[in-house]
């Protein structure tokens, strides 16, 4: 009977994969693998997961099918053999303004989860992840961290913008069109002659949102090829990309350099000031928080505005500016956007590669000074991005900053409180939202939306409405990452956990200081913890299913919104 060699080898090392396939003992597991279509030859060498989030429902994932088979032809003629598997994934943009939205961020845990099952039950030697859009980066990259097995990512690229006559479009123009038709400026008509061409085809969606941000940050913390973020979706040079991850696993598992090695509290350091240098998502936050919680590495949330004060915004991409990942992808990338910052980076820190961060970038060249801009010119002398505390969020709120009108980064107003992102979304359809106002909207956190929904349509209405930058929202929800204006989100503590938003009542006042990060309302303490005492014991909405586990499980969203351990 055959069977593999006893103490096997790859570079230097026992293999984990011989727990499957090694011994008299591991006939069995042998004859099953056979089945698979392995031959002996396989058996010999390295087993390497291909973690695939393909979906026929996602368009930044339709495609997957064709990364994963370049990936796994690069990790074949490197000398290892491929197994693929998928994930679930969910899309925020058709998920978005219905119940749907509620399951979006408490799928990363699954993702990790189902990340973590496979890759045990299987004793991969190493893996490549395969995301693309919101959850599933940030899913697969705590999975990652846990496993702590050799890892390397690939995303399946950007879309490109659309186009009508000689202006660019994107799905965040399809959310704004929606407020022009309810202010009058646009027909139904009009609107359906957008909705065909503002997703030209696969991708994630064109603009500098949750998912594009998400992926060019893998190649500041250290964990993808540089061109990952923006090389676009539709583009050879993506396949090519994928054989070169490929290739490049079974170098990380010969010289057995694993996540932990890579994500430490330098390289996430380096990841937020990426963020700061681009305005990316909010939600960067949010994840990057749940990355250092999965891998034990504190990162207190007021560290953020620590790197955004020495941080400049270099990069001014939709929903803040009129250029997409397309064109930052052309300008130089992610790498050019790194090399612009220099010693603001911790350039030492390790990568996949094999190389550190400096010798990474070291090549790496700005072509078009409109899309990045340097140090001595840039956009705003700080981040993109912005963390406030005070008396109405004593946890913290995060604000893209980079896509605030500067007449709204201070503001002082009365509150128009909703206990819904729905009755805020009928109000401003119905005209009762009035210049000046703060809209409030609460029990939409991780516990109690349940999952923290993403809100995109009371923005984007604003924004079509004219009003963004008249009219500031404020959450313990999350917005979207094509969200544009003064939209403050992830107040912590949450309505839920009876923090000081669910205390708020029609026409209190709030002020807003983005520049000096504060968010206050104009409450005595004692009035604050007298109204929360009156307060009624929170119901959570769903009495069944995962979100209710996930309401019983999940934390605060300034600690990343992670599982209590």
């Given at each position: ?23 008299i003992e591991r006939a ?77 961020l408490p799928s990363r ?110 190649e500041a913390l250290g ?343």
């Open positions: 009977m055959f069977s593999v060699p006893q103490g096997r080898i790859f570079g230097c090392r026992k293999m984990r994969s011989d727990t499957v396939k090694r011994g069995p597991h042998r004859s099953l693998l056979y089945a698979v279509g392995c031959t002996k030859r396989d058996l010999e060498r390295p087993f390497i997961g291909i973690v695939n989030s393909f979906s026929e429902v996602i368009p930044g994932h339709v495609h997957l099918r064709s990364i994963a088979e370049a990936v796994k032809d690069g990790v074949r003629s490197a000398g290892g053999t491929p197994f693929e598997f998928n994930t679930i994934g969910v899309c925020d943009g058709i998920a978005m303004g219905h119940f749907g939205m509620r399951f979006s845990e699954l993702i990790a989860d189902s990340c973590e099952v496979v890759c045990e039950a299987h004793a991969f030697d190493g893996l490549v992840f395969i995301p693309n859009c919101d959850k599933v980066v940030p899913g697969m990259l705590m999975a990652a961290v846990r496993l702590n097995l050799p890892s390397i990512f690939v995303s399946g690229g950007p879309m490109l913008a659309g186009r009508i006559g000689g202006s660019y479009i994107d799905l965040n123009t399809m959310f704004m069109a929606v407020g022009r038709v309810v202010r009058g400026e646009m027909s139904e008509m009009e609107v359906g002659a957008l909705e065909e061409l503002a997703c030209p085809g696969p991708g994630s969606c064109a603009g500098m949102f949750t998912a594009n941000t998400m992926n060019c940050l893998t964990m993808a090829l540089l061109g990952n973020g923006t090389i676009p979706a539709v583009e050879a040079r993506r396949l090519h990309l994928a054989r070169r991850t490929g290739e490049k696993i079974m170098e990380l598992v010969a010289r057995d350099i694993r996540p932990l090695d890579i994500i430490t509290r330098e390289s996430i350091h380096n990841a937020l000031a990426v963020d700061m240098a681009l305005g990316g998502s909010t939600n960067s936050v949010l994840h990057l928080m749940a990355i250092a919680h999965e891998a034990g590495i504190d990162f207190p949330l007021f560290r953020v505005n620590q790197i955004g004060e020495s941080i400049p915004h270099l990069s001014r991409l939709s929903p803040s500016g009129e250029y997409h990942v397309e064109d930052l992808d052309l300008a130089g990338g992610i790498g050019a956007v790194m090399r612009e910052l220099g010693e603001l980076l911790n350039l030492g820190v390790r990568t996949v590669s094999g190389n550190s961060l400096g010798e990474v970038i070291a090549g790496a060249e700005t072509k078009d000074r409109e899309v990045i801009r340097s140090r001595s010119n840039p956009f705003s002398p700080t981040g993109g991005i912005s963390v406030l505390f005070g008396n109405l969020a004593p946890d913290g709120a995060v604000v893209k900053s980079a896509a605030v009108s500067p007449g709204m980064l201070a503001h002082r107003g009365p509150a128009r409180v909703f206990e819904s992102e729905a009755h805020a979304t009928k109000a401003i359809i119905g005209g009762d939202i009035k210049a000046g106002d703060v809209v409030v909207i609460r029990y939409e956190g991780p516990k109690g939306g349940p999952g923290m929904p993403e809100m995109l349509a009371p923005t984007s209405l604003l924004s079509g409405m004219g009003m963004d930058d008249k009219v500031a929202l404020i959450t313990d929800g999350r917005f979207s990452g094509a969200t544009r204006g003064a939209a403050i989100g992830h107040v912590s503590p949450e309505a839920a956990s009876r923090g000081p938003i669910a205390a708020l009542k029609d026409g209190d006042i709030i002020r807003i200081d983005i520049p000096n990060h504060r968010l206050d309302v104009e409450l005595s303490e004692e009035e604050i913890r007298g109204r929360l005492a009156q307060l009624p014991e929170f119901e959570p909405k769903v009495k069944k299913g995962y979100l209710k586990r996930y309401t019983e499980k999940v934390t605060s969203a300034s600690t990343g919104a992670v599982f209590a351990r």
